[in-house]
């Protein structure tokens, strides 16, 4: 066989896989490869056609992107076919097409363009006639798409009528139908609590909602919409892309906030860093930018070629998919004794970075995804979210399942032998020795050395496993007893880090209240929550005397935190603890004070909704003007702030006379005493 017809026998073979993944992808909903390894498979079919042209048929996925409308859809002719876009990977790819663009056109000078991102969602194409909404249509294969009036109907985001005047008379809007990351978590939260089917990503749940035949189906998804350019505008002759966005803007056509013009090839890459900084700040995920020569004229004159626009182009970013394969599951035991099951994997590129762990997070994860060692997996790894595993790539599975292993729970934790329990009606398995598990000690020790708790620098986790290990830090108030003569013995220790060592620890006793209570790593106390015990209470001694119903006056505490919170410094290894690392010299700046506390004595109650502020930030305020806040009316309440749909303590406060006001009301007051609280602190 020559290199031909092994090249003949490759694009058949091609061509039916990519077959295969394009019905998973657009017709079930149900893909088995992330997009960037489809891509591979496409590029490389795009790539033999093009070394052999004589082969290329017209039934080849090149030659028809997209996929079959479902048959219960109705098709749609685009009038003006739905073009797909070129793409490039490097900022250096991205600087040859300018170039070609320029020689083209035979242009001096610095292009003008519009960037905005692309979004990972469904682009969709509106057909307005006289600024009336008469239908929403998938893109299909660019020629033909299905029509989805009914369901576009449903997103909020898509005007049924445009505002303003001066549109064409018939009109069609193209953009992306996506579902905000929020709104992802938040459905599949939902429907993993009603044990029904989660949604892969919101890529795949914007396109499953759109396809559903019955609307209403479609109405309960979080769906919204950005609008990038006009087909079909009759009569309408805008001279650049940028005035289109302008005057959608004006028409109630929602727009990229982060659309942008650009002048030359800098500002473009100014532009592709700057967005992907923020990528996971969005709210939405993107896959690129989509970059276009703006002016109308140009286009025009750079034209199209096999349905690609030359003037257009996406610059891609990292994937943040991939399908790798389960090698097995670790138990891991964290600080408060919390198993959790991670995946092993064979070590895959994703979200610009090489990942081997993933998180299972627990058995229910575990059971919901039906895992098994040795199945082939979806990860997804988004900026410094831990990397998870979303689904199991079932076709992939060989044809006896059962014998593959399954994922049990140890019954024995790993570190410490002791019996794993798990509550009735909790989700986490725990290990209950304590401190006297070893894993648990070494995940407190590191907590409390952590960036964000006393910052100890240099005392990294092998550092602190070498320790435990060693039987020389049992306990934190251990890591003060440490002599430098300790610290040289240690491995890979020289003399210059040792020193260096001692000189963090010494400097790590000069803390903060707040850093100090979250290092004790009390169970649900993060970091910001710590801050709001230190600010409330001022000092240790009062927040270890604090009662249950004085911690749950804290803002963001409530009765689950509060009953940790006090379970801790009941239990005497704990206080011993941290009456040593006191006594070991670890300090703190004495409270600020504020001098007027004009509300103290008084007992208030949040009820209902606040517009402004939330009820927590609102609590917040009124504690720190001396107030006690309750969660309960009664004859001694001062006040009663009652929202929108406030309903038991409103009637109840009403029945015992009690003054109630308004949210507008609390603002005046709040903004009234915290004016003429005049900022005066001082030291006590
Ligand atoms: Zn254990």
């Known amino acids: 066989m020559d290199e031909?017809?092994?090249?003949?026998?490759?694009?058949?073979?091609?061509?039916?896989?990519?077959?295969?993944?394009l019905h998973r992808y657009h017709v079930l909903d149900d893909p088995e490869l992330a997009d960037s390894e489809y891509d591979a498979l496409f590029d490389r079919l795009v790539a033999l056609e093009e070394r052999y042209p004589e082969f290329v048929v017209a039934d080849s996925p090149t030659q028809r992107v997209g996929a079959e409308p479902l048959p219960a859809f109705?098709?749609?002719?685009?009038?003006?076919?739905?073009?797909?876009?070129?793409k490039c990977l490097s900022e250096d790819e991205f600087a040859e097409w300018e170039a070609r663009c320029r020689s083209r056109v035979d242009y001096e000078g610095d292009f003008e363009f519009t960037c905005e991102p692309k979004i990972d969602g469904v682009a969709v194409s509106l057909m307005y006639e006289d600024g009336v909404l008469v239908r929403g249509a998938t893109r299909g294969d660019g020629q033909t798409g299905e029509d989805i009036t009914a369901n576009v109907r449903t997103v909020s985001a898509v005007p049924l009528r445009l505002l303003g005047t001066g549109y064409p008379a018939r009109l069609e809007v193209r953009g992306e139908i996506y579902m905000p990351t929020a709104g992802?978590?938040?459905?599949?939260?939902?429907?993993?609590?009603?044990?029904?089917?989660?949604?892969?990503?919101?890529?795949?749940?914007?396109?499953?909602?759109?396809?559903?035949?019955?609307?209403?189906?479609?109405?309960?998804?979080?769906?919204?919409l950005f609008c990038y350019s006009a087909g079909l505008r009759e009569g309408w002759q805008p001279a650049t892309h940028w005035s289109v966005l302008e005057a959608f803007r004006e028409w109630g056509l929602r727009i990229n906030p982060r659309a942008a013009r650009t002048t030359g090839?800098?500002?473009?890459?100014?532009?592709?860093?700057?967005?992907?900084?923020?990528?996971?700040?969005?709210?939405?995920?993107?896959?690129?930018?989509?970059?276009?020569?703006?002016?109308?004229?140009?286009?025009?004159?750079?034209?199209?070629?096999t349905r690609k626009p030359r003037w257009a182009i996406a610059f891609k970013y990292p994937s943040e998919e991939a399908t790798t394969i389960l090698r097995g599951v670790d138990f891991q035991v964290g600080r408060t004794g919390a198993i959790t099951p991670v995946?092993?994997?064979?070590?895959?590129?994703?979200?610009?970075?090489?990942?081997?762990?993933?998180?299972?997070?627990?058995?229910?994860?575990?059971a919901r995804l039906d895992l098994r060692v040795g199945d082939t997996v979806l990860v997804h790894r988004a900026g410094d979210v831990i990397p998870q595993v979303m689904k199991v790539i079932e076709s992939r599975r060989p044809a006896d399942v059962n014998e593959m292993p399954r994922i049990?729970?140890?019954?024995?934790?790993?570190?410490?032998?002791?019996?794993?329990?798990?509550?009735?009606?909790?989700?986490?398995?725990?290990?209950?020795?304590?401190?006297?598990?070893?894993?648990?000690?070494?995940?407190?020790?590191?907590?409390?050395?952590?960036?964000?708790?006393?910052?100890?620098?240099?005392?990294?986790?092998?550092?602190?496993?070498?320790?435990?290990?060693?039987?020389?830090?049992?306990?934190?108030?251990?890591?003060?007893?440490?002599?430098?003569?300790?610290?040289?013995?240690?491995?890979?220790?020289?003399?210059?880090?040792?020193?260096?060592?001692?000189?963090?620890?010494?400097?790590?006793?000069?803390?903060?209240?707040?850093?100090?209570?979250?290092?004790?790593?009390?169970?649900?106390?993060?970091?910001?929550?710590a801050e709001s015990l230190a600010s409330h209470f001022g000092q240790l001694d009062k927040l270890r005397d604090a009662t249950l119903e004085e911690l749950a006056e804290v803002a963001d505490v409530?009765?689950?935190?509060?009953?940790?919170?006090?379970?801790?410094?009941?239990?005497?290894?704990?206080?011993?603890?941290?009456d040593d690392l006191v006594e070991r010299g670890v300090h703190w700046p004495a409270p600020e004070r504020r001098v007027s506390t004009p509300l103290a004595g008084e007992?208030?109650?949040?009820?209902?909704?606040?517009?402004?502020?939330?009820?927590?930030?609102?609590?917040?305020?009124?504690?720190?003007?001396?107030?006690?806040?309750?969660?309960?009316?009664?004859?001694?309440?001062?006040?009663?702030?009652?929202?929108?749909?406030?309903?038991?303590?409103?009637?109840?406060?009403?029945?015992?006379?009690?003054?109630?006001?308004?949210?507008?009301?609390?603002?005046?007051?709040?903004?009234?005493?915290?004016?003429?609280?005049?900022?005066g602190h001082e030291e006590s």
Not at 558 to 578: K, L
């Open 4 to 21: 031909r017809e092994r090249s003949a026998a490759e694009i058949a073979a091609l061509r039916e896989r990519i077959r295969y993944h």
């Open 74 to 86: 109705d098709s749609v002719a685009h009038e003006l076919p739905m073009l797909s876009l070129d």
């Open 184 to 224: 992802f978590r938040a459905f599949n939260e939902a429907a993993a609590a009603a044990g029904e089917r989660t949604l892969v990503n919101p890529r795949n749940a914007a396109a499953g909602s759109l396809r559903q035949l019955d609307p209403k189906l479609t109405a309960g998804r979080p769906l919204s």
């Open 265 to 305: 090839l800098a500002q473009c890459f100014d532009y592709f860093r700057g967005l992907l900084a923020d990528r996971d700040e969005l709210g939405y995920e993107i896959d690129g930018v989509v970059v276009k020569v703006d002016d109308f004229a140009l286009q025009d004159a750079l034209g199209s070629v």
């Open 343 to 366: 995946a092993k994997l064979e070590p895959v590129f994703v979200g610009g970075v090489t990942i081997s762990n993933a998180t299972l997070h627990n058995m229910d994860e575990v």
């Open 408 to 529: 049990a729970m140890p019954e024995h934790c790993p570190a410490c032998g002791a019996a794993i329990e798990r509550p009735e009606g909790e989700v986490v398995a725990r290990c209950p020795a304590g401190l006297t598990c070893p894993a648990q000690r070494r995940e407190r020790l590191r907590h409390f050395a952590s960036r964000l708790a006393m910052d100890i620098e240099g005392m990294g986790e092998k550092l602190v496993d070498q320790l435990v290990t060693r039987e020389l830090v049992k306990d934190p108030s251990d890591f003060y007893r440490l002599t430098r003569e300790q610290v040289e013995s240690l491995e890979r220790m020289g003399a210059k880090s040792a020193d260096n060592l001692v000189s963090a620890v010494e400097a790590s006793r000069d803390t903060t209240l707040a850093r100090f209570i979250y290092a004790l790593g009390i169970r649900e106390v993060g970091e910001t929550t």
């Open 558 to 578: 409530g009765p689950v935190v509060a009953a940790r919170v006090r379970e801790f410094f009941a239990d005497e290894h704990n206080g011993g603890v941290v």
């Open 603 to 679: 007992t208030w109650v949040i009820t209902g909704t606040l517009a402004a502020m939330t009820r927590n930030e609102a609590k917040a305020r009124l504690v720190a003007l001396g107030a006690k806040v309750a969660g309960s009316v009664s004859a001694r309440t001062t006040c009663v702030v009652a929202g929108p749909g406030a309903g038991g303590k409103l009637e109840q406060a009403q029945q015992l006379k009690v003054p109630v006001v308004d949210e507008k009301q609390l603002l005046g007051k709040l903004k009234r005493y915290e004016a003429n609280d005049g900022g």
